[in-house]
């Protein structure tokens, strides 16, 4: 991994094309298998799409946050992680995060993780973070348990039939809470 620290900014619409070619990567088709986040085997069609993207930019009390460092020529930062970070029934919410499948594993999604809790916890002085999981991804569940997240034992149905979240390839797909008090 490059030495050269990240840097966050809050996207703007300017943003859309890229943040979707991100997402898209990290969790659908082929290229998605390079990273261990992958939903390939679950979930095809699209995991996000311009209208997602224009929602957490637009909605209040919310940031679609990125992740970039400078590149290596000197040219415009490279996009490599993003998180969507939102108040939601008094906590954070932390949701469509993405980090390059070449890049997994490397630490970058730790650090994008602290920094979404630190504005959750600080600037926003929220008393914890939570998310929804697909139950079936456990690995991606440990992830979470080791760095503070606790299983809640909420369950919420998932969208079948509603494209924008996927084309299920299995019918017992569902979400879990995880939730991290501060």
Not at 23 to 36: K, N
Not at 43 to 48: D, E, I, K, P
Request: with cysteine.
């Amino acid at each position: 991994m490059n030495d050269t620290p990240l840097s966050f900014r809050p996207a703007t619409h300017a943003d859309t094309d890229a943040l979707i070619a991100l997402v898209e990567s990290a969790y659908r088709g082929d290229s998605s298998r390079v990273g261990w986040t992958t939903e390939a085997d679950l979930l095809g069609g699209r995991r996000t799409g311009a209208d997602d993207i224009s929602e957490c930019i637009d909605r209040a009390h919310s940031v679609l946050l990125i992740a970039e460092r400078a590149s290596a020529d000197g040219d415009a930062p490279e996009l490599l992680a993003c998180a969507h970070v939102a108040v939601e029934d008094g906590a954070g919410y932390f949701g469509l995060f993405s980090v390059r499948p070449n890049l997994q594993g490397g630490g970058i999604g730790k650090i994008v993780l602290n920094e979404a809790e630190r504005i959750a916890r600080e600037d926003w002085k929220l008393p914890a973070m939570r998310m929804t999981v697909i139950d079936a991804r456990e690995e991606l569940i440990a992830y979470y348990v080791r760095r503070g997240y606790r299983r809640t034992g909420i369950i919420k149905p998932f969208p079948y039939g509603d494209a924008r979240f996927g084309l299920p390839k299995r019918d017992d797909l569902r979400f879990e809470v995880l939730e991290k008090l501060f």
